[in-house]
């Protein structure tokens, strides 16, 4: 019986310090609440400071990544041109070798 007692007693005294609490609809907002509010408010102030330059620096990496891509694919092309260039010009080469061939058979004939 006395469990009984003190545990009714304990949930009384737990309803009444959860009632003391709740404050009314057009009770002005406490020191507490104010104190919080300005704490959040710091804190988001805060945060956004700090993302700022993590955006910028996010901003400058896409900005080499692009201009990196630019680069390798400006590469890429000139490679090939290279490439290009360096076929005919072995082309060009091994005609000019034929035609002294035949030039020399042509000599070795007389």
Not at 44 to 53: G, I, R, S, T
Not at 62 to 67: E, G, L, V
């Amino acid at each position: 019986m006395k469990t009984t007692r003190i545990l009714s007693a304990a949930l009384l005294l737990a309803l009444l310090s959860g009632l003391s609490a709740c404050k009314k609809a057009d009770e002005p907002v406490g020191p507490a609440q104010k104190a919080g509010a300005a704490i959040d408010a710091a804190g988001e102030q805060v945060a956004a400071k700090l993302h700022e330059p993590i955006d910028k620096a996010k901003e400058v990496g896409q900005t080499i990544s692009d201009a990196a891509k630019d680069t390798g694919e400006k590469i890429n092309e000139a490679t090939q041109d290279a490439s290009r260039g360096i076929d005919k010009a072995t082309e060009e080469v091994g005609k000019k070798v034929e035609r002294a061939g035949e030039k020399i058979q042509e000599s070795t004939k007389k």
